[in-house]
C-alpha cells in the first residue's frame, strides 16, 4: 500500500510556464515533506521542504504548498526553463514516530519544451 | 550541502556471485542511512534502514539473508547483494541524514546488472 503518491506520470510544460507537480499520502501521522529532482542513473538531489507548520515554503523558482487536511502538496516552478526536465519526486515522514524514514512517491516526468 | 559518495556506480556480474555496495558519508556523521531500490519508471521502493553499530531494520518483502547490510561505523554503510539473480537487478541509492536541516542526502547510485 503505497502511503506517498503522484498521480501524473508525465507532465510537459512549454519553457516560461508554470509547472505543478502534485502529491497526495494517505498517513496523518506524516509531518515532513520534501521534493526531490532526479536525472537518469543518478541520485536524487533535494530540491526544497516543507514541514507541517507551515503550509507554503518558497525558494527561488520552487514553491511547495502544503494542504493537510486534504493531505496533498504541489511543487510549482516558475517560470520553467528546459534544465527543469526531469523526474520529480515526492517525499515524506512523520518525524514523531519514525525519524528520517521517507517514503516516496512514484515520481512525475516533467518535460519542459524549448 | 553533505556529501554522500556511493560506489561502485555500476557493477555486472554472474548470477551466483555476491556483489558489495559501499555508501560514505564524507562531511557529515551519519547514524542512519538508508538503501533504496529502484525498477525502471517505479518509485524509489525502501529496502532498509542502516543504523550505525546495530542490525539493519528491513522493509516488509526485503530478505535480511539476501541484502546483508553493515553499518560499522558514522560514515560507512554497505549493502551486499548475496548469490546474485538476474531479478536482482536494479537501481540501488544509499542516503543519509546530515546534520540538522534533516535533509537526506543521496548517493549517485549503483546500476546492478545481473547476468
Known amino acids: 500500500d503505497q502511503q506517498v503518491k503522484q498521480n501524473s506520470p508525465s507532465l510537459s510544460v512549454q519553457e516560461g510556464r508554470i509547472s505543478i507537480l502534485n502529491c497526495d499520502y494517505t498517513?496523518?501521522?506524516?509531518?515532513?515533506f520534501l521534493w526531490y529532482k532526479k536525472y537518469p542513473a543518478e541520485g536524487p538531489t533535494f530540491l526544497i521542504s516543507?514541514?507541517?507548520?507551515?503550509d507554503k515554503n518558497e525558494d527561488g523558482r520552487f514553491t511547495v504548498f502544503l494542504n493537510k487536511s486534504a493531505k496533498h502538496l504541489s511543487l510549482h516552478i516558475v517560470p520553467s526553463q528546459p534544465g527543469d526536465s526531469a523526474v520529480y519526486f515526492c517525499a515524506a515522514s512523520g518525524r514523531l514516530y519514525n525519524f528520517n524514514k521517507f517514503y516516496f512517491g512514484s515520481g512525475t516526468k516533467l518535460n519542459v519544451k524549448p | 550541502g553533505a556529501v554522500v559518495s556511493q560506489h561502485p556506480s555500476w557493477v555486472i556480474c554472474k548470477s551466483g556471485t555476491s556483489v558489495k555496495i559501499e555508501c560514505r558519508s564524507l562531511?557529515?556523521?551519519?547514524?542512519?542511512m538508508f538503501w533504496y531500490r529502484q525498477f525502471p519508471k517505479q518509485s524509489l521502493m525502501l529496502m532498509a534502514t542502516?543504523?550505525?553499530?546495530?542490525?539493519?531494520?528491513?522493509e516488509q518483502g526485503v530478505e535480511k539473508d539476501k541484502f546483508l547490510i553493515n553499518h560499522a561505523s558514522l560514515t560507512l554503510s554497505t549493502l551486499t547483494v548475496t548469490s546474485a539473480h538476474p531479478e536482482d537487478s536494479s537501481f540501488y541509492i544509499c542516503s543519509a541524514s546530515g546534520g540538522h536541516n534533516e535533509k537526506l542526502f543521496f548517493g549517485s547510485g549503483t546500476q546492478l546488472s545481473v547476468l
Open positions: 562531511d557529515f556523521q551519519a547514524t542512519t
Open positions: 542502516s543504523n550505525e553499530g546495530s542490525k539493519a531494520t528491513y
Open positions: 498517513n496523518s501521522m506524516f509531518d515532513y
Open positions: 516543507i514541514s507541517s507548520i507551515k
